[in-house]
Nanobody, 126 residues
Framework: EVPLVESGGGLVQAGGSLRLSCAAP????????IGWFRQAPGKEREAVSY????????YYGDSVKGRFTISRDNAKNTIYLQMNSLKSEDTAVYYC???????????????????WGQGTQVTVSS
């Protein structure tokens, strides 16, 4: 089992920012891609963003494009999700997940991920 640990969630006002972290100490980063998903109450889990830790390719869901930025620090085995211009509809539990082998074509499919963190709550007040 390869642990993933999210942190950085919290309560923020609409228009504000948060940065989520996903620590992956047991990963060989060249072998994995990391995705961020979120799940709001009563809704299905939604793909938010994705980064290949080998070449840095990134993808974003339509609802967060232009507001969220995913990045990596390979030396720290950590992935970040910078979330700006937050809206009330961004309220959800955010999860990071590990995908191996890397497959950009299925980045938005939660079933293609082998490892999941426990999630971190993000609440945006309007």
């Amino acid at each position: 089992e390869v642990p993933l640990v999210e942190s950085g969630g919290g309560l923020v006002q609409a228009g504000g920012s948060l940065r989520l972290s996903c620590a992956a100490p047991g990963f060989r980063f060249d072998d994995y891609a990391i995705g961020w998903f979120r799940q709001a109450p009563g809704k299905e889990r939604e793909a938010v963003s994705y980064i290949s830790t080998s070449d840095g390719s990134t993808y974003y869901g339509d609802s967060v494009k232009g507001r969220f930025t995913i990045s990596r620090d390979n030396a720290k085995n950590t992935i970040y999700l910078q979330m700006n211009s937050l809206k009330s509809e961004d309220t959800a539990v955010y999860y990071c997940a590990g995908q191996t082998p890397i497959d950009y074509g299925t980045w938005y499919v939660e079933g293609e991920y082998d490892y999941w963190g426990q999630g971190t709550q993000v609440t945006v007040s309007s």
